[in-house]
């Protein structure tokens, strides 16, 4: 995914947000430099000491009331979304929706997993209690995305919030009147609150480097893979954590077995919707011999009433950002050159800022359509010999970040087979939606893990705990006084304990 990717060295003070659909400035923001975004970690750093005392049931009421208010200003917030991203007020809406799913089982859910628990402490050490604890790592940098501006930070910035960190986000600079309406209606919630509970930096790449070299203690970053590479590399200076979603390439199997109806209706929305520009959404699909005529034949049905605009009948927006239109068009080109055919659009199909659907048919998997992130909405479809050769190739790629089966027998079994952090079987998108569901992938897709327990334990450090309770006589295990009785003892305990297994 390309998103908040270092840009241009001469911008001005002031970032313009800008219609993707018209060009039309429709407002500008003060860019914060490396000062500013200090003097943000630093106002989140005060609020912590506050925001971090509260308990788990406080900072629910908190986020539950910040959630209650999104919905109340929703047609305004989705209005400002379709303005600014591009995409409908439909898929604005669901977008908020899914946030707010989101951010209610974060609130709900961080007292069960982070509150305190007791740890059975074994034989040997039985005269201890045992606990663990879990505490906020402080201030937590949140550097967002065009495509989904509401959706995909808030995977880190509601999970971090409800661990008990501040949170300075920096929203991408196609999307930084959104993010900043984020915050601001946090504030609206919860006047009571300090300022710097959540607050936002705005700015292009320099900023968001600036968010990493400053005095935060974890960043969480979505975009392109290079970035993240340059992310991780300047926080490694300071030995910051960082948790990084990079986006995919991927793939969908669609077994022999499949309902081929179903699956030509998911793969033509998971591939165009949003104008393609989703990290998990589909970019390959392999489909067996035995029904791949009649599911491209299918998929090709759908999208003939599929077309881009900025009016209500639209199925989906305009490129939000320009420079990806160019890269869309040069993997069409190429595939194309490499022995792929168009059955459905081609490179007629970029009008920019909208591009029509594309379905590219056999192309050669070394293609930079099939290798690399296209991000449009475009789909190459691949006929398979077996399923054992479709996850083959599905599996045969830098990134893994998310995949989808059909098969009405064995969905599970392959999806299993898969080198994904996550996997529909039947559908596309669903664990997304499914806010105890982990978020992310392995190789070139990222380090870590958004939603879920696991998300929240992303924004906390554990804190291990033994208290003695009272002394054993002649077991002072760990101490110069330990005697030969002693070791005795202990190696007759070990014995028994581990020594009779075979």
Request: aromatic share 6%; glycine share 10%; net charge negative.
């Amino acid at each position: 995914m390309t998103s908040t990717d270092i840009g241009p060295a001469d911008h001005n003070t002031a970032l313009p947000s800008i219609n993707p659909a018209t060009q039309e400035v429709i407002g500008t923001h003060v860019i914060a430099d490396d000062t500013a975004v200090a003097a943000a970690v630093a106002k989140a750093r005060a609020a912590a000491t506050t925001w971090g005392a509260l308990s788990f049931d406080e900072r629910r009421t908190h986020l539950l009331r910040w959630a209650s208010t999104l919905v109340r200003h929703s047609d305004t917030f989705c209005e400002l979304i379709h303005t600014e991203n591009g995409k409908p007020i439909d898929d604005a809406y669901l977008e908020l929706s899914l946030a707010l799913e989101h951010i209610a089982w974060a609130a709900k859910n961080a007292k069960k997993v982070l509150g305190a628990q007791k740890i059975a402490p074994g034989v040997l050490m039985s005269n201890f209690s045992a606990r663990l604890e879990y505490r906020p790592l402080g201030v937590v940098g949140v550097i967002g995305p065009w495509n989904y501006p509401v959706y995909t930070p808030n995977g880190s910035i509601a999970y971090a919030l409800a661990a008990g960190n501040t949170v300075v986000f920096k929203p991408s600079e196609y999307g930084t009147s959104v993010g900043n309406y984020l915050a601001e209606t946090f504030a609206e919630a919860n006047p009571e609150l300090p300022e710097g509970v959540f607050s936002t930096v705005n700015g292009y790449g320099a900023t968001g480097a600036a968010l990493v070299r400053a005095d935060v203690d974890k960043i969480a970053f979505t975009g392109s893979t290079a970035t993240g590479k340059r992310i991780m590399a300047a926080a490694a200076e300071k030995l910051t954590p960082v948790l990084l979603e990079c986006g995919g390439k991927d793939a969908v199997i669609v077994a022999a077995d499949a309902d081929i109806t179903a699956a030509a209706d998911a793969v033509a929305w998971g591939a165009t919707a949003n104008s393609g520009q989703t990290c998990a959404g589909v970019e390959r699909v392999y489909v067996e011999r035995a029904v791949s005529d009649a599911f491209v034949a299918e998929v090709e049905r759908i999208l003939r009433g599929i077309e881009p605009g900025s009016g209500d009948k639209a199925a989906y927006g305009p490129m939000t950002m320009p420079s990806q239109i160019d890269i869309v068009r040069h993997h069409i080109e190429n595939a194309l050159k490499n022995g792929g055919t168009a059955v459905f659009g081609g490179p007629e199909s970029v009008k920019a800022p909208f591009i029509e659907p594309v379905v590219l048919v056999d192309v050669d998997e070394d293609s930079e359509a099939v290798r690399e992130e296209t991000f449009g909405p475009t789909i190459t479809i691949r006929t398979v010999d077996s399923v054992e050769e479709a996850v083959r190739l599905s599996n045969n790629s830098a990134y893994g970040l998310s995949s989808a089966v059909y098969s009405k027998k064995n969905g599970l079994d392959i999806a299993r087979a898969l080198r994904v952090g996550a996997t529909s079987v039947n559908s596309v998108l669903a664990f997304a939606a499914i806010p105890g569901l982990p978020f992310g992938g392995v190789g070139d897709s990222g380090i870590g893990r958004i939603h879920g327990a696991p998300g929240l334990l992303e924004f906390a450090r554990p804190h291990s705990i033994a208290v003695q309770r009272f002394a054993i006589p002649g077991m002072a295990l760990l101490s110069y006084t330990r005697t030969d009785t002693t070791m005795k003892l202990l190696r007759g305990i070990v014995s028994f304990l581990h020594g009779r297994h075979k």
